[in-house]
């Protein structure tokens, strides 16, 4: 209930925000390995909810997996978030929760608030944060704290974060005496993960790549630095063959063990990923002046592509952005954005190196009523 | 038992990577106090009459931003909200807010109201948004309004969707930066649209279309 109320008033309140949309179902096979165990293989089905904006960050998952054997376990989770801007930097408060259930066995939750303080640059972010929560094993309930500091790097569509994660908290032992005395033993562990984990695409190809290693001063979780690789290609844009394959280190937030895994899914998406259509090639124009299109494109976002030829900074505002100024990308001979925007007419004009807001020359122009003229894009 | 807890988590962990990475660019300006001031009881009235109010906030913004003096965000915002009452009546019953942003847009390019409820009426329950969007182009762009808007209706007549306006409006758009007529380039363009429609019309030798509408009878 707590939670469609703070998501009610974070979406009242960002009406006119740009929402970025992730939609996905995944349904395939795994092979799962753990070091004390046989090998086991299962079907897998998963789906992703996720929206953003520049304030708000909604994800909603939740997976369901039949191993060999017959058994059955499902998980949800669940995580909110509000961000307030204030200049370069964001504060960001929110929460998440996880339920794990299987088919004979109690559910294992977790529920855990944090806050974040992000600086942010035109392609690159950095934040700090803390959080803490409780977490809900085997009939015993105790707290956790977590600590995180990152920073990330993005060109394009290729993206490069580091971050550092502490954790404490407690392992639950359950021990059954001969006359079925049952007792629960904690131990408080307290470690650090440090991960390095990329992201690249290009056309029909997404590739994720993370490396990790954990240190522990307090419990046995120490581990030997692990990786773990997913690749899809997106055979049409709504429909991509996806598989992983890599090392999960044990999550005592969330009960889980130490698994090496391989996977292969058929993945579908609500958005559209994969290369972006080519509607229309960008005009020419001369230098002083910018041309643009805007294409719909990858994960129900529009490619905005502006030519400015000799300008050494563009940028662009509009009904999209909320009139605020968005400094694009410079790729090559182009400067971009991706934006999402609503089907229908849109109003932009750009900036090249801090002169004067005008409409692109390749654009139809309409009067705005307010004594000067923006640039009129369609959007399907 | 914790072999299948790894394998959800997985999956779901897998597929949420990666969130932040989306989130968008850019931040709305806030309304200054004075601003926000002259254009509240125009956003009663438009509240009042169920139109969505942010168009006029995204317009006082616009205002603002571009330091336009405040009786003209003032003079913008209400002349704005008077197309969008006209919009709303003429796109009823449930224009969205596309709609009725395209159709404002459409008004200023001096597309009338009987256009507006011919639209509503040939394009039925169907978005209007990206048909309202490039007839204002075609408008702007130097085809006379009473053709443009006659041969957009048409168009919806015979089941055009927005691909289908979409790839008529670059056509049209690239015609005219090359330096052909507006007008001229729609009648050209249209005879390659009409015959891919589901109830394609006939494309006559001297460069106008042949409507297969049937009349209704008067």
Redesign the interface.
């Known amino acids: 209930m707590s939670f469609a109320v703070f998501a009610g008033l974070a979406c009242a309140e960002t ?6 949309r ?1 939609t ?1 179902f ?1 349904v395939g096979a ?1 092979r ?1 390995t ?1 070091d004390d ?1 046989a090998d ?1 293989g ?1 079907i ?1 089905a ?3 909810w ?1 929206r ?4 708000v ?1 909604l ?1 909603g ?5 039949r ?1 060999a054997d017959g ?7 669940g ?1 909110a978030s509000y961000s307030v ?1 204030i200049r370069h930097a964001r504060i960001e408060a929110g929460g998440t929760g996880t339920i ?1 259930g ?1 088919s ?2 109690g559910p ?1 939750s977790s529920w855990l608030g944090f806050a974040r303080v992000h600086w942010l640059g035109n392609r690159w972010g950095t934040w700090i944060g803390a959080g803490g929560g409780d977490v809900h094993v085997s009939a015993t309930t105790f707290g956790a704290g977590t600590g995180e500091l990152g920073t ?1 790097l ?1 060109r394009g569509d290729q ?1 490069l ?1 580091l971050n550092a994660t502490t954790v404490r908290t407690s392992l639950v032992s359950t021990v059954i005496f001969s006359d079925e005395t049952v007792l629960r033993v904690r131990e408080p562990v307290q470690y650090a993960d440090v991960a390095l ?1 990329g ?1 690249g695409a290009w056309r029909r190809f997404e590739v ?1 790549a993370a490396a990790i290693t954990r240190h522990a001063w307090k419990g046995e979780l120490a581990s030997t630095p692990t990786g773990a690789l ?1 690749v899809a290609w997106w055979a049409t844009p709504y429909v991509a063959v996806a598989g ?1 394959l890599g090392r ?1 280190l044990s ?1 005592p937030l ?4 130490r ?1 090496r ?1 391989a ?1 292969v899914v058929l993945r579908f998406s609500a958005e559209r990923h994969g290369p972006a259509p080519v ?2 090639p960008l ?1 020419a124009v001369p230098a002083g002046e910018a041309s643009l299109i805007a294409v719909p494109g990858g ?1 129900g976002r529009t490619l905005v592509q502006v030519r400015a030829p000799g300008a050494a900074r563009v940028d662009l ?1 509009g ?1 999209v ?6 400094a694009l990308e410079r790729r090559g001979d182009l400067w971009e ?1 991706r ?2 925007m ?4 849109h ?1 932009v004009v750009v900036r090249l190196d801090g002169g004067a ?1 005008v409409a692109p020359a ?1 654009l ?9 003229r923006v640039g ?1 894009i ?3 | 038992m914790r072999v299948a807890r790894c394998a959800v988590l997985l999956a779901a962990t897998a597929v949420v990577a990666w969130p932040g990475q989306g989130k968008a660019q850019g931040t709305s300006v806030p309304l200054d106090s004075a601003t926000a001031a002259v254009i509240a009881p125009i956003i009663d009235q438009a509240r009042a009459a169920r139109l969505p109010v942010d168009l006029l906030y995204v317009k006082a913004r616009e205002g603002q931003v571009r330091r336009v003096p405040l009786t003209a965000i003032e003079s913008a915002v209400r002349a704005l909200a008077q197309r969008l009452y006209a919009a709303n009546e003429a796109l009823a019953p449930n224009p969205s807010e596309q709609e009725l942003r395209a159709a404002a847009d459409a008004m200023k390019a001096g597309v009338p109201v009987e256009t507006l409820r011919a639209m509503r009426k040939a394009g039925k329950d169907g978005s209007l948004a990206v048909p309202l969007g490039v007839l204002t182009e075609l408008v702007v762009s130097g085809v006379p309004v009473e053709k443009a808007s006659m041969q957009v209706v048409d168009l919806l007549n015979h089941g055009a969707v927005p691909k289908n306006f979409i790839a008529l409006n670059e056509r049209v758009q690239q015609d005219v930066l090359a330096g052909r007529r507006p007008e001229e380039s729609l009648d050209l363009r249209l005879k390659g649209i009409f015959p891919t429609l589901p109830q394609p019309a006939q494309a006559t030798g001297d460069g106008f279309i042949q409507s297969t509408t049937p009349k209704r009878p008067r």
Do not use: K
Not at chain 1, 71 to 77: D, E, H, K, N, Y
């Open positions: 009406a006119n925000a740009q929402w970025a992730q996905t995944d795994m799962l753990r165990f086991t299962g897998t998963a789906a992703l996720g953003w904006s520049d304030r960050s994800i998952s939740g997976a369901v997996t191993i058994r059955a376990t499902g998980v949800g989770l995580s801007p794990l299987t004979n066995q294992t990330w993005r993206r974060t984990s992201h994720d997913s992983a999960q999550d969330r009960g889980t063990a698994t895994y996977t509607v229309r005009p994960g505002m009904d952005t909320g009139w605020a100024p968005l954005v934006l999402t609503a089907s229908g007419s109003h807001w390749n139809a122009r309409i009067d705005d009523e307010l004594g000067g009129l369609v959007i399907p």
